[in-house]
């Protein structure tokens, strides 16, 4: 008695079986039921809203220094302790005081001719921060206390004008792009600040557009921050991530 003929019958069952593993591998599955959005509620609804800021670091100050020229718009070829020594002289659009220096820096950036070694204005950089096709100049004039005050000036129109200057203590400044990021040691242990400030045009100056407090550590590929040795500049109150249980 001849067996029966299961060869077409098993290639049949596993290319159904096959069939079926391929449809089920690009499916949508359900990831179970998800909490409803809950939509933000005000708080003391009653409370009168704040007309001015309490504290001022100098975003949105600009100033024009006098008696410096920039010819072809080319801040590459200016001095910059010069240019830092008109920016004394200069009179803000308004005054917040953030600009002021020590008087012992001052001391220093009028002595750095003869005393260069001394002279806490650092080498300038140069970057396109407000996307007009010319370079701004970046500054720093070291302080006491291991802080740093930042000033990034603009050619406008054969004239220079500060569009910038705030004094922090620094861990780092960088430059992203068209954004002036500043690190900053937070007195919270494992945590800094970080500010990115960013051109509006709107103002005609560089504001701090994002300012944050940020969980750091060797993962991320940043050295702990350390602990401030200087009084920081006042910063708007940043909430702090909690840990996950």
Same mark, same amino acid.
């Given at each position: 008695?001849?067996?029966?003929?299961?060869?077409?019958?098993?290639?049949?069952?596993?290319?159904?079986?096959?069939?079926?593993?391929?449809?089920?591998?690009?499916?949508?599955?359900?990831?179970?039921?998800?909490p409803?959005?809950?939509?933000?509620?005000?708080?003391?609804?009653?409370?009168?809203?704040?007309s001015?800021?309490?504290y001022?670091?100098?975003?949105?100050?600009?100033?024009?220094?006098?008696?410096?020229?920039?010819?072809?718009?080319?801040?590459?070829?200016?001095?910059?302790?010069?240019?830092?020594?008109?920016?004394?002289?200069?009179?803000?659009?308004?005054?917040?005081g953030?600009?002021e220096?020590?008087?012992?820096?001052?001391?220093?950036?009028?002595?750095?001719?003869?005393a260069?070694r001394?002279?806490?204005?650092?080498?300038?950089?140069?970057?396109?921060?407000?996307?007009?096709?010319?370079?701004?100049?970046?500054l720093?004039?070291?302080?006491?206390?291991?802080?740093?005050?930042?000033?990034?000036?603009?050619?406008?129109?054969?004239?220079?004008?500060? $569009?910038?200057?705030?004094s922090?203590?620094?861990?780092?400044?960088?430059?992203?792009?068209?954004?002036? $990021?500043?690190?900053?040691?937070?007195?919270i242990?494992?945590?800094?600040?970080?500010?990115?400030w960013?051109?509006?045009?709107?103002?005609?100056?560089?504001?701090p557009?994002?300012?944050?407090?940020?969980?750091i550590?060797?993962?991320?590929?940043?050295?702990?921050?350390?602990?401030?040795?200087?009084?920081?500049?006042?910063?708007?109150?940043?909430?702090?991530?909690?840990?996950?249980?």
């Open positions: 008695m001849r067996r029966p003929r299961l060869l077409p019958a098993l290639v049949a069952v596993a290319g159904a079986a096959l069939l079926a593993g391929c449809g089920t591998g690009g499916e949508l599955r359900s990831a179970g039921r998800m409803a959005a809950v939509g933000p509620v005000r708080l003391w609804p009653t409370l009168p809203p704040a001015a800021a309490p001022d670091y100098g975003e949105g100050e600009t100033a024009r220094i006098p008696g410096i020229r920039v010819p072809g718009g080319d801040v590459r070829r200016l001095d910059p302790v010069a240019v830092v020594r008109a920016g004394l002289k200069a009179l803000p659009d308004r005054s917040s953030v600009d220096l020590p008087d012992r820096t001052v001391e220093q950036i009028n002595a750095c001719r003869d260069p001394s002279c806490p204005v650092l080498p300038p950089y140069f970057r396109d921060l407000t996307g007009d096709g010319k370079d701004e100049m970046v720093a004039i070291r302080l006491a206390g291991r802080q740093l005050s930042v000033r990034v000036y603009m050619p406008d129109a054969g004239a220079l004008i500060r $569009i910038m200057s705030t922090d203590a620094v861990i780092s400044v960088e430059l992203a792009g068209r954004d002036l $990021i500043m690190r900053a040691p937070s007195a242990t494992g945590y800094e600040y970080r500010t990115a960013s051109w509006d045009d709107r103002q005609r100056a560089m504001l557009t994002q300012d944050e407090i940020l969980r550590g060797q993962d991320k590929g940043h050295p702990p921050s350390p602990r401030p040795s200087a009084r920081r500049t006042p910063r708007p109150t940043a909430s702090v991530p909690a840990e996950r249980r």
